[in-house]
């Protein structure tokens, strides 16, 4: 696509709704700034793809249905955008906080199930009883968060398989720990 485009024509190509390279151009020009504006009010790396992501939707969302008014004040609606979907992270911060402070944990605790207590050394000693692989799986799994396919190439074996050794490492794990399945 021309990258010569001003915003104006980038509006009136992706509210024809057809423009697939006009969206790309889109997401192109303007999700490095929103994960900017994301880092500087967010401050944290993951808020802000989140913010980048959700304000991309709405914004292809206004595009398509040709509701912004002036297009060719596109980054001024990107930005307002992201004013707004920021403040209402915010106000939906707030209330969870006031509502803690509210109930505060004594009463939540009366809404929420009660979970068996864990402990930690006889769970660390049941992960060194596994054998090398099945903990290299569940550590690598439950720890450093790697899907089946990134274990799979780590381990040399299929997806399938390791699915099969995560599966077999927690029932062990839960016969060790004394834990209904």
């Not at 609606?77 to 004594?106: I, Y």
Request: with cysteine; net charge positive.
């Amino acid at each position: 696509m021309d990258t010569e485009l001003d915003d104006s024509e980038l509006v009136r190509r992706i509210g024809c709704g057809t423009d697939r390279e006009a969206e790309a151009e889109l997401f192109r020009r303007m999700a490095p700034r929103i994960r900017l504006y994301g880092l500087r009010h967010l401050r944290h790396e993951h808020a802000a793809e989140d913010l980048a992501q959700q304000v991309m939707i709405t914004t292809l969302e206004a595009l398509r249905a040709r509701r912004l008014r002036q297009p060719g004040k596109l980054a001024s609606f990107v930005l307002g955008t992201c004013r707004m979907t920021v403040l209402g992270l915010r106000r939906a911060a707030q209330r969870k906080e006031h509502l803690l402070r509210q109930f505060g944990p004594d009463r939540l605790a009366e809404f929420q199930p009660s979970m068996p207590s864990l402990d930690r050394e006889k769970l660390r000693r049941c992960v060194q009883n596994l054998k090398e692989r099945e903990r290299a799986v569940v550590v690598m799994t439950f720890y450093h968060e790697e899907t089946g396919a990134d274990l799979a190439g780590f381990l040399g074996v299929s997806e399938a398989n390791v699915r099969v050794i995560r599966h077999r490492a927690i029932h062990q794990l839960r016969d060790c720990l004394g834990v209904a399945a």
